[in-house]
């Protein structure tokens, strides 16, 4: 079976500071899309970056990018310039075409 | 155009009561998918639709959890006979391609309270 595990149930950051949140997955198959979503308080689930597992190169969106290493099947998260904005709970999936697994979440606050 | 939308956001059901929850998928989007997310937990997968074939209903918890999607766009989730562990939120999403080529766009959720 395919889990998803985020070991950080919550982490803070300092406004303007850098911050990384660790995902770890396991599947067996070869090709699958990795994926962080941010959850505000309202609920709305919102795409923060994908990966696609074929492409080597890490996914980055303006200040968010990922450390895709693919034979350790870890998928973290950097937030740059951390803006208060930001606060929300953040969750790490994976879909495989097949499976469709997401983490547990990491709650990340930034503190002003 | 619009995102994905569902109905309504927040229901209150007595137990034993039958649910129906609205799911509004992004016009053309292929895939359609239904999650739970219990509180302070991830979502969970329930079932997922390609056009109007149910092709994986393998999340469901039980038979009183029906999903159908007759006319391959707008989706229900039906809760027969509601029981208290079925509180939770329910999360709507569509893709516009197959499961693992594309990103899954979600609706706000139903909040679901089964007294």
């Known amino acids: 079976a395919q889990t998803v595990t985020q070991s950080q149930p919550e982490m803070s950051v300092q406004e303007a500071e850098t911050v990384t949140l660790s995902c770890t997955y396991d599947t067996s198959e070869n090709n699958y899309y990795l994926f962080w979503y941010k959850q505000p308080p309202s609920r709305q689930m919102i795409l923060v970056i994908r990966q696609e597992a074929y492409k080597q190169q890490n996914a980055t969106e303006n200040r968010f990018s990922v450390n895709f290493q693919k034979a350790a099947k870890s998928f973290s998260l950097k937030i740059s310039d951390s803006q208060l904005g930001d606060t929300a709970m953040y969750f790490c999936a994976s879909d495989t075409g097949n499976q469709f697994y997401f983490g547990t979440g990491t709650s990340l606050t930034v503190i002003p | 155009g619009a995102g994905v939308s569902q109905s309504p956001r927040y229901k209150v059901a007595k137990r034993g009561q039958d649910v129906a929850l609205r799911c509004d998928p992004i016009s053309g989007h292929v895939s359609l998918f239904w999650y739970q997310q219990a509180l302070g937990q991830g979502p969970e997968f329930l079932t997922y639709?390609?056009?109007?074939?149910?092709?994986?209903k393998s999340g469901l918890p039980s038979d009183r959890f029906f999903a159908e999607r007759p006319e391959g766009s707008v989706s229900t989730l039906k809760i027969q006979r509601t029981q208290q562990e079925d509180s939770a939120v329910y999360l709507c999403?569509?893709?516009?391609?197959?499961?693992?080529?594309?990103?899954?766009?979600f609706g706000p959720g139903t909040r679901l309270t089964v007294l």
């Open positions: 999403a569509s893709s516009p391609s197959w499961p693992g080529t594309d990103t899954q766009y």
């Open positions: 639709f390609q056009n109007e074939a149910q092709l994986d």
